[in-house]
C-alpha cells in the first residue's frame, strides 16, 4: 500500500524525515520562530520551498479549547488496551462506546439551541491561506489516487465538509502506512509515540507540514475529539506486537481501532439530518459499526495474506471451537469445518452492516453517498468470499469493476430517498 507521505523511522531515524511521492514543489521555507509575526519567513527559491510548520503564535486552537486545555473540557480516555487481572473487567464494547458518548457529547455541546454545526471559518493569517487552501487541494489528490470511488462521493458535500473529510483521510492513510508500508520493518513503538506527540502538536495548533495544517483547520472547524486518532495509533501499536486475539472481545477492540475510529472521526464532519429522530449517540454507534463491519470483512477477506505474514485475526476460541487452529490456516486447505466456520463470522460481519445501514439513513443529506457506497461495496466482498466456496486462502474476494459500476447509482439513490422511519434505536430495540 502507498501512501502520499512515505515514512523512513527507524531506531536512528526521526519521524519527521520523509521521503515525498506526489507532493508538489512547494511548502513554507523552514520552521518559524516563535516569534512569528504573521509573515512568513525565509528566502522563496523559485517555485520550490522545504518543510511546512506553523508556530504556536498562530493560535490553531481547536474547538474544545487546544492544546492540554482540551483536557480539561473532556479528559483524554486512558488507552483502551485490556485490562489487568487485577481490575474489573469490562468488555471492549463498553469501553469503546465510552468513547462514542464522549464524541457525542462534544457534537451535541457545539450544536446548541440552534441544532446546526457552527463551522468557523477559515483561519485567515497573511500569507497561509493559499497555503492552507493547497494543502486541502493536495489531500483531495492524494483521496482522488487512493480511494477513487469514495472521492467521488465527497464532490456531493459542502466545500467544507469535503475538504475536511479529504484532510482525515489523508492522516488516516498516512498512519497506516507506518506499520503497512513499504518501511513497516523500520517502525518502533517510540515512532508512534513521536507521531501522536505530532498530533497532539496539530490540536495545539502546531502543524508540522502541509497536511498536517489542513487537519489542525478542520479540526478547529468541526467538533472531532482527539481520542479516536489516539485509538487509532493505538490500533498501530498493537499490529507491532500482537498477531492473535483469543476471542472476540479482543478482535473488536482491535477493529474498532483500525476502523471505527474512521467512523467517529466523520460524523462530525458529516454531520447528521436535520429532520432525523435518531439519538447522536446511536447516530455514532452505527458509524462504529460500519467500520467494525469493513474491518472485520478486511480480516476475513485476508486470511490466506495474513497468514503468509504469520498473522491470524480470527478469535482463537471460535477456532478451537470448530475444531480448527492456527495449523489448519498456514495449511490453507478449505474443509467442512472451514466453511463452516466461515459463514458464522460472515454472519456475524453482515450483523454490524445491518446496524451500520440504519445508521447512514440519518446523515445529512450531502454525506449519505460515499458512506452508502462504501457500505454496498464492502458487503459485497463477502458475497464474493461465499462464491468463492469460503477460499480466502489462495484467493482474494474482489468486487469487479461492473458490479462497481452498478452499486454506485444504486448508493446514490438511497442516499437521495432520505432517512427511513427506521432509526439506530428502533432496529436495537428489535433485536430484543
Not at 481547536?62 to 486512558?78: E, M, Q, R, Y
Not at 439530518?273 to 447522536?280: G, L, N, Q, V
Amino acid at each position: 500500500m502507498s501512501c502520499a507521505l512515505l515514512y523512513v523511522v527507524s531506531p536512528n531515524t526521526e519521524i519527521s524525515k520523509f521521503i515525498s511521492y506526489g507532493l508538489p514543489d512547494y511548502s513554507i521555507k523552514a520552521a518559524l520562530s516563535s516569534n512569528f509575526d504573521g509573515r512568513i519567513k525565509g528566502k522563496k527559491k523559485g517555485t520550490r520551498w522545504s518543510s511546512f510548520s506553523f508556530t504556536s503564535d498562530l493560535k490553531y486552537t481547536c474547538l474544545s479549547g487546544g492544546g492540554s486545555d482540551n483536557a480539561g473540557t473532556f479528559p483524554v480516555v486512558s488507552s483502551l488496551v485490556a485490562n489487568s487481572a487485577a481490575e474489573v473487567a469490562v468488555s471492549s464494547e463498553q469501553r469503546v462506546y465510552d468513547v462514542v458518548l464522549k464524541q457525542a457529547a462534544l457534537v451535541k455541546e457545539q450544536l446548541g439551541s440552534s441544532g446546526q454545526i457552527d463551522v468557523k471559518p477559515d483561519i485567515v493569517v497573511p500569507g497561509t491561506l493559499s497555503l492552507l487552501s493547497e494543502a486541502y487541494d493536495r489531500c483531495g489528490e492524494v483521496c482522488a489516487e487512493y480511494a477513487k470511488t469514495f472521492y467521488l462521493g465527497t464532490l456531493l458535500m459542502t466545500p467544507e465538509k469535503r475538504k475536511a473529510i479529504w484532510a482525515i483521510y489523508v492522516w488516516c492513510r498516512r498512519t497506516d502506512e507506518l506499520v503497512d508500508g513499504p518501511n513497516a520493518s523500520h517502525i518502533t513503538p517510540k515512532a508512534l509515540d513521536r507521531w501522536e506527540s505530532r498530533l497532539e502538536d496539530l490540536y495545539a495548533g502546531r502543524p508540522y507540514d502541509m497536511l498536517d495544517a489542513a487537519l489542525s483547520d478542520t479540526v478547529q472547524k468541526f467538533p472531532v475529539d482527539i481520542q479516536p486518532f489516539k485509538d487509532m495509533i493505538e490500533g498501530m501499536r498493537l499490529d507491532l506486537k500482537k498477531s492473535r486475539y483469543q476471542n472476540f472481545d479482543e478482535l473488536y477492540l482491535y477493529c474498532y481501532y483500525v476502523a471505527g475510529t474512521v467512523g467517529l472521526m466523520s460524523v462530525p464532519v458529516m454531520g447528521i439530518e436535520p429532520e432525523s429522530k435518531a439519538t447522536t449517540e446511536s447516530v455514532y454507534g452505527a458509524a462504529l459499526a460500519l467500520g467494525i463491519a469493513n474491518q472485520l470483512t478486511n480480516i476475513l477477506r485476508d486470511v490466506g495474506e495474513d497468514a503468509r505474514r504469520g498473522r491470524v485475526y480470527l478469535p482463537q476460541d471460535e477456532l478451537m471451537q470448530s475444531g480448527l487452529s492456527d495449523e489448519d490456516i498456514f495449511a490453507g486447505k478449505v474443509t467442512d469445518k472451514w466453511r463452516s466456520f466461515m459463514k458464522k463470522q460472515i454472519k456475524r460481519a453482515r450483523m454490524f452492516f445491518d446496524e451500520a445501514e440504519s445508521g447512514v439513513t440519518q446523515l445529512s443529506a450531502s454525506s449519505r453517498w460515499p458512506v452508502w457506497a462504501s457500505l454496498l461495496l464492502y458487503r459485497q466482498i463477502l458475497d464474493e468470499i461465499e462464491a468463492n466456496d469460503y477460499n480466502n486462502f489462495t484467493k482474494r474476494a474482489y468486487v469487479s469493476k461492473a458490479k462497481k459500476v452498478v452499486a454506485l447509482p444504486v448508493a446514490y439513490a438511497k442516499s437521495i430517498l432520505g432517512s427511513t422511519k427506521k432509526t439506530p434505536q428502533t432496529l436495537q430495540a428489535s433485536k430484543k
